[in-house]
């Protein structure tokens, strides 16, 4: 064999080994989310039924049910949306499009980066000074959704950003041509161009936000309710309440957290079967994000 | 296609075809009588213009004439389409840029702090070098232009100026039974087309064509040369482009740059025959460049 040939062959050789190597770190990963998910769902999918979604929770562990957290659940991620969604994309814009580019935004851009990568935990102490001493808005919805949503706005603002910069300046430059002032520019051709980005950004913000816990047992939210929050629609003028902002909560993630504490067996299967529920809400808003980012990519190619 | 004599002769074949094609009222309207004796339609004084710290365009003064073809010719670099994108303000949109000096249009001074950005671009339209067309449908991209400057009342009205975007554009027999589609379906020189519609449609003053045919084959090229030819009647049209040929073939005047210095500006019979400058010879031969 000739030199060459030889090290052509340890090079080969280095490949082959590499490829094992990758597969092997692969399936490590695979394998063990797919053992956790298949050893949560032959602990809890038994339990998980429709008695179990209605009920409240209770002392005794086959008559509780998750009723109370996730319709807390839905609540706190309905005021973490609404909050978060327009601050966050209202800011990407205005970084992306309208500021000028000096050392203020660029600290801005910075700290906002930074801003993502701060612990839950943190976020939960600063909610519990700022929205529930300062601004006195207790242990509620409107408290916790705020604090998802302070939790969430540097990733909106950031995806934001992102799928802004996909679009080619010379989209811009077109639309000024004809005569489009900046907000005509941002409203009619940027914002519709860029859903896809934005939404999907937006939805596995939230999909984060559904699983964070820390944050809002720091805020104080309950572990035990068993009562739900007044409607919003009423029957009498004006049909429209915002009660239910006010009302204490629990979400699945701290439901869960309290059955895993309890010492009785049973209630472990409970907080299997709660964490089922979480893991297929989590798993379908990706799904959504997915589905509608490939709709999206589908309309459009630059 | 140099011959001056054969140029004139094209276009006079061409016009009355135009004519009966695309003049509907709407359109004429700006046109009906004769442009007054002004013999300038923008007027470039002692303009200097610099990205940052770097000057781009070194005191270029240029008068261009209405209802003739500009084109700027000069090697890569040279600041032929900083200037164009002067003309209508579009610079603005690139951070840390800088302006000297004055460009009027009939008359007025477009750098003029009285100057709004947003009328002025509705003048003066403008044609990129990629076909820049919108992720919509094929009419969606004209109407638009057309809605933000409340020109469509009605949707016969928007129908009718879309339809006569098209025709002026060459492109409405191709895209007539198609215009629910997307546009981004349409081949290079179609999108090309359907942008100078897009331009035409919200009725400019003036059209700023940078090297519009540089991404296009030779066939779709040629196509929009003759609508150029066919557009310098009702249309200020300034071109810039690398190819020298299509200088010659569509072009009444034609200047050159280098180095962010006009060089010489001239007829472009005398700048392609007998041009004052050796410079300016040796680039249009192929000397250097």
Known sequence: ?302 | MDDPQERETSKDMQSPNMISEIATPTLMKGIAEPKSEIETKIDIRRLNFFYGRVCALKDVSLTIPPSKVTAFIGPSGCGKSTLVRTLNRMNDVIPNTSVKGEVCIDGQNIYSPSTDVVELRRRVGMVFQKPTTFPRSIFENIAYGLRINDLAGSKTELADRIESGLKAAALWDEVKDRLKEPAQGLSGGQQQRLCIARALAIEPEIVLMDEPTSALDPIATQRIEELIVELKERYTIVIVTHNMQQASRISDMTAFFWLGELIEFDTTEKMFTKPERRMTEDYITGRFG
Request: hydrophobic residues 55%; charged residues 15%; glycine residues 8%.
């Open chain 1, 1 to 302: 064999m000739s030199a060459v040939q030889k090290i052509i062959s340890r090079r080969k050789r280095q490949d082959f080994l590499f490829n094992i190597v990758g597969i092997a770190c692969t399936l490590i990963g695979i394998v063990t989310l797919f053992a956790l998910l298949g050893d949560l769902v032959i602990d809890g999918l038994a339990r998980v039924d429709w008695e179990f979604m209605t009920s409240f929770p209770s002392r005794f562990a086959e008559r509780a049910g998750i009723l109370s957290s996730w319709v807390g659940t839905l609540l706190i991620m309905l005021v973490t949306a609404s909050t978060a969604v327009p601050l966050g994309v209202a800011a990407g814009v205005y970084l992306e499009e309208y500021a000028r580019r000096n050392w203020v935004t660029n600290i801005i851009e910075i700290n906002i980066a930074n801003l993502a990568g701060v612990p839950s935990i943190i976020y939960g102490l600063m909610a519990l000074g700022l929205l529930v001493y300062q601004f006195h808005l207790g242990q509620s919805i409107l408290a916790g959704g705020l604090t998802l949503a302070f939790l969430i706005l540097p990733i909106v603002i950031v995806a934001t950003r992102e799928a802004l910069r996909t679009i080619p300046q010379s989209i811009r430059e077109a639309a000024y041509a004809l005569g489009s002032t900046k907000w005509q520019v941002v409203r009619h051709h940027l914002l519709p161009y860029s859903t896809g980005g934005i939404m999907t950004g937006i939805i596995i913000a939230l999909s984060r936000a559904v699983g964070e816990t820390a944050p809002l047992i720091t805020i104080g939210a309950l572990t035990f309710i068993a009562f739900l929050p007044p409607l919003p629609v009423q029957t009498e003028a004006p049909f429209v309440s915002l009660e239910w902002v006010n009302s204490p909560f629990s979400v699945l993630p701290i439901q869960m957290f309290n059955w895993v504490s309890r010492p009785e067996r049973e209630f472990l299967t409970n907080a299997a079967g709660a964490g089922i529920v979480l893991i297929v809400v989590t798993l379908s808003m990706n799904a959504v994000a997915i589905l509608i980012r490939y709709r999206m990519r589908k309309n459009i190619k630059w």
